[in-house]
């Protein structure tokens, strides 16, 4: 879920910002980035989201990875039932103080990507400059 947290605002930059040229100091940022509304929109998405994970069936993909056929109770057994009424509520917890993580995560992003950006842009300018004498691999050899 971070990974995807991470990932989500590289999908949503547009392909041209990274054709920029650095000296560029203004960077477009979405607005959809920015929003705190879309923190708040994931943060409720994970309740219904984790109930979902919870009522998943997972005996029978034991029983496959054991090497066995699967029993009425194997197909019967859902993933809530392996963490139990314990991680149950460690996970509800868990997903409560995630809203006010995700909206200060969310600023330190949309403070940070002009940065991040800029720094793409040096990166894209010195891998031309090193790779700009090597030979080409399609050349006819002597």
Known sequence: MRALLLALPLVLIP???????????????????SDPAVADKLTRALGPLSRALMNMPVGELEAALAGREPTAADRSKR????IGPEGQKELEATIATAGPKMQAMQKALVASLPAIMSTLGDVGKQLEQATA???????PKQ
Do not use: M, S
């Open 133 to 139: 004498n090597l030979p080409d691999p399609t050349y």
């Open 79 to 82: 993933l809530g039932d392996q």
């Open 15 to 33: 392909v041209p910002a990274f054709a920029a040229p650095a000296e560029t100091p203004q960077v477009q940022i979405p607005p959809e980035l």
